[in-house]
């Protein structure tokens, strides 16, 4: 019999251990492939470039989305070639945006306005977001300033008021020609040229001119739409009231019809100063006779052009005139007009208006101020009359002004208004 090895004695734990560790089990071929070594590499980074964007994505929606700091509208001018950091910096100063410049120039990469954003002046409202800001430049929506250009202004006059005003650029290298501008309420933004408010002024005149003439009354004695705006400027001139205007118009068609001058003031002063506007002073009696090519009290007629730019309700009214027979307009003391057919009953009516202008002379607190007797004062604007002897008398007559706080109540209501009397002239203050 053979005889076996003794059996050593082990600890349980011993026991329980292996006599031999197996070796690891091999990595396969494929595992330690570069190429999907590259790949897993790839997939991971995808994957966390997509957590990553997806959380600026979040961050970035509302931060487009949330209300900014602005406190209240406010209007904002971002001057051109400004870049955009310079926009940021401007909107961050102005306190449109917040602090983080980097979120408005991050905004505008992921909107792809870059290129878009258009210099101007800008207003943005209460608490804008992000987008909304962005939104408003890149559109453009600039804010559109109002200009109002009077009735009766000169050509002249009007380019004045166009210079000093600050909104615009530019300049004016001449005059336009009196009567092709039409004064109404323009809207332009900052920084628009002054030739170009010029050129959008003469265009709305002639469509608004040709609409008017193109509906003119059939009967007027106006041969073409230059003489339609000659005769408008001096309704313009004569009368600041709507209602009056077409009488006013029907008293001038009507001795253009009968071959009896216009004698109209206000072609008196043009004719002294052109585009001026204004004489400044009273109009004297020599130069009420003084030859000129606008003084309707010398030509016959109408004068070689307008004395102003009138407005389209003068021009309305000019082609469409009330149907009257009155010759002679004066003033009626209360800032209107009282229009007659003969001259008897325009003669008593001047009575009138004297009789009503020595009793607001003797109520008055100031010290007389006045032109010589017979005289009244108008504020910036002349009054004319005919000689006595001539029953071709002048059309009408200014109205003295009811007080105005202490003031003497003896000033006209419109420039220009002429009158026919016995008494010497009315002129200007």
Known sequence: MSERPPIAPRSPRAALEPE?????PKRSERARNPFVVVGNAIITLLLVGMIGAGSIYVYGKQKLEAP?????????????????????????REGVIDNNRWAFIGSVFALKARSEMKPGEYAFTKNASLRDVIGTIVEGKVVQHSVTIPEGLTSEQIVARLSENDIFTGSIREIPSEGSLLPETYKFPRGTPRAQVIARMQQAQRRALAEIWERRSTDIPLKTPEQLVTLASIVEKETGKANER????????????KKMKLQS???????????????????????????SPYNTYVVEGLPPGPIANPGRASLEATANPARTRDLYFVADGTGGHTFTETYNEHQKNVAKLRTMEKQIQNDTVEPADEPPTGAAATPGAPAASAPEDKPDAPAATPAPQPQKRGRKASHRAREGAVQSTTSPPVVQR
């Open 246 to 257: 077409s009488r006013v118009a029907a008293v001038f068609m009507n001795r253009l019809q």
């Open 68 to 92: 900014g700091p602005l406190e209240q509208d406010k209007v904002v001018n971002i001057p051109a070639r400004s870049g955009m950091s310079d926009i940021a910096d401007i909107l961050q």
């Open 265 to 291: 003031d206000p072609t008196i002063i043009y004719g002294l100063v052109g585009g001026k506007g204004t004489l400044g002073r009273p109009i004297k009696r020599s130069e009420i006779t003084q030859p």
């Open 20 to 24: 031999q560790v197996p070796p690891p």
